[in-house]
C-alpha cells in the first residue's frame, strides 16, 4: 500500500486522483477551500434547467474519462450535440465552419471557399501552403509561427485564432504548438506541406462521434458522483505546507503524500517557503473569462441558424467571443418554453469584462446578440459566471519549464491538473490517473 494522501483541491483532478487512490485501497483525504465540490465544473439552474456555467462538454475518444463515467454508472447519461455544426462571424455574416477545419485549419479548399468565411484571395493564399518550401522554425515554436507562414494572415485572423483562442482563451502568437496542438504541431515538423498532410490523415470508420459529447443533466453531474465516493472537508483551506521527518504537514494534518491539484498559482503560494524554486516555475500565466447565460421566450427569439453556436475572432473587435444556443445544442435542454443561449466574455488581450457589473456584461452580450443574432428582447432571467485566472495558458517554452518543474518537484508531493499537460477534462482524467499509479507505485 502506498500510506495516506492528502488531496488540496476539489476540481476534476482532485477528485478524480482521490477516486483512483481509495479504489486502489490507499486512505485519502480531499481539502476543499470552498464550501462546494467540482471547481470549474459547476451545474446552475437557469429557467428550471441545468446549464454548465464552467466545460459544457469533453473530448469523446477521452479513454480514461469514457472509463471514469462507466465506473460511475453514468455511461447511459452521455449525450451528444444537435447536428447542425457551429458558425464564426466574419466579415458581417455568420459563416459555416467548413469540414474538416482541425484547429482552424483547412484541409479541403473548395468547402472554404463556398463557406464565405475568407475572401476569395484569402482562400487563395491558404492553397499557397501546398507549394511553398518547408517552414524552418525552432524546436519550440508558437501556433502563429508554424500557420501564418504556410496559410496566411486570413486563415490565422479569422480561422485559428477563434477556434483556437476560443477553446484555450489564449494568443496564438503566445502559444507553444508543441504544448498547446500536439497534433499540429506533429504535422507540421514531419512534413512540407501541412494542408497535404492533413489530407491524407486517415478517415474515421464505422459509426461517426461527435467529437465532443456531455452528459445529461450537465457535467456537475460527474464531480457530485466522484464527491460521494471519497472524503471530502469542505470549507478546509490548506494554509501551510510543510516537510516532516516521514511525509507532509498541512496545516495539522499529515500524510505520507500530498497532491496538489490547485490552480497553479495556488499551488506557487503554498510551496513559497518550503521549495522556493519550485513555486517560481510555477508562475504559469492564466487568462480571465466570464460567461452570461441569458433566458428568453421563444416568440422574443428569430429563428436561429441550424447548428450549436458561433465564436468570433479577435478581429472583429466583438465584446462576445463565442456563443452556444444551448436549447438547440444539448437534447436534454430542447423545450417549447424557453430559449437559453450562453456567452463568453473576456480572452487573452480582452479584459474589457473584468470592472463591468453584472448587468454591464449582460448589457454587452446583449448588444452583440442584437448585432448578430437579430435578439432585441429583454431576458426572462440571466445569470453571469466569472472566471478569473481561468485558463491555463502553455506558452512558449511551457515543455520545458514542465521538465523543470519535475526535476524540483520533493518526493511525496504530487503536481496535478489543468496547468500541466492538458486543460480538458479528459486530459485532467488522464492527469489523475498517472498520479495516481505514481502514489500507489511508490515506497510507503
Known amino acids: 500500500m502506498a500510506g495516506s494522501t492528502l488531496v488540496l483541491g476539489s476540481g476534476i483532478s482532485g477528485l478524480a486522483t482521490a477516486y483512483y487512490l481509495r479504489r486502489g485501497g490507499s486512505p485519502v483525504t480531499v481539502l476543499e477551500a470552498s464550501g462546494q465540490v467540482g471547481g470549474k465544473v459547476t451545474t446552475l439552474e437557469v429557467a428550471g434547467l441545468p446549464v454548465d456555467v464552467g466545460p459544457d462538454a469533453f473530448l469523446s475518444r477521452g479513454a480514461d474519462l469514457r472509463q471514469l463515467i462507466e465506473d460511475l454508472g453514468l455511461t447511459g447519461d452521455i449525450v451528444e450535440p444537435q447536428t447542425g455544426g457551429s458558425y464564426i462571424w466574419s466579415r458581417g455574416k455568420l459563416r459555416p465552419i467548413p469540414p474538416g477545419a482541425a484547429f482552424g485549419l483547412p484541409d479541403r479548399l473548395v468547402p472554404l471557399l463556398r463557406s464565405g468565411l475568407l475572401s476569395p484571395l484569402g482562400v487563395a493564399r491558404a492553397g499557397f501552403d501546398i507549394v511553398l518550401p518547408a517552414t524552418k522554425t525552432n524546436d519550440d515554436p508558437s501556433i502563429a509561427d508554424l500557420v ?7 486563415v490565422y485572423h479569422r480561422m485559428v485564432e477563434p ?6 482563451a489564449g494568443d496564438p502568437a503566445q502559444l507553444s504548438a508543441r504544448s498547446t496542438v500536439p497534433e499540429i504541431y506533429a504535422i507540421a515538423s514531419g512534413s ?4 497535404l498532410s492533413m489530407r491524407k490523415r486517415p478517415k474515421p470508420t464505422g459509426k461517426r462521434q461527435a467529437p465532443l459529447v456531455s452528459l445529461r443533466g450537465g457535467m456537475g453531474r460527474l464531480t457530485q458522483a466522484l464527491a460521494r465516493e471519497v472524503d471530502v472537508r469542505l470549507n478546509t483551506p490548506a494554509t501551510t505546507l510543510e516537510r516532516t521527518a516521514d511525509g507532509w504537514r498541512v496545516n495539522d494534518l499529515t500524510a505520507d503524500h500530498v497532491v496538489l491539484a490547485t490552480p497553479a498559482y495556488v499551488t506557487a503560494e ?5 521549495a522556493p524554486e519550485l513555486a517560481n516555475e510555477l508562475q504559469i500565466p492564466y487568462v480571465d473569462v466570464a460567461n452570461a447565460t441569458l433566458a428568453f421566450r421563444p416568440s422574443d427569439v428569430p429563428a436561429l441558424p441550424l447548428g450549436t453556436g458561433f465564436l468570433v475572432p479577435p478581429i472583429e473587435r466583438e465584446f462576445i467571443v463565442g456563443c452556444s444556443w444551448l436549447t438547440n445544442k444539448w437534447p436534454h435542454l430542447v423545450n417549447d418554453d424557453v430559449v437559453l443561449i450562453k456567452c463568453m466574455v473576456g480572452r487573452a488581450g480582452d479584459r474589457r469584462w473584468l470592472p463591468m457589473s453584472d448587468a454591464e456584461i449582460v448589457e454587452g452580450v446583449r448588444d452583440g446578440l442584437a448585432r448578430i443574432l437579430g435578439i432585441d428582447a429583454e431576458p426572462q432571467e440571466t445569470l453571469v459566471q466569472r472566471w478569473p485566472r481561468a485558463m491555463p495558458q502553455y506558452v512558449v517554452g511551457h515543455a520545458e519549464r514542465l521538465s523543470r518543474i519535475d526535476r524540483l518537484t520533493p518526493p511525496g508531493l504530487h503536481l496535478t491538473g489543468a496547468a500541466y499537460r492538458g486543460a480538458g477534462l479528459a486530459a485532467c482524467t488522464t492527469g489523475a490517473v498517472a498520479t495516481a499509479t505514481s502514489i500507489q507505485g511508490a515506497p510507503t
Open 192 to 195: 512540407r506541406s501541412v494542408y
Open 163 to 168: 477556434l483556437l483562442g476560443g477553446v484555450h
Open 148 to 154: 501564418r507562414p504556410r496559410f496566411g494572415d486570413d
Open 270 to 274: 503554498l510551496l513559497r517557503a518550503t
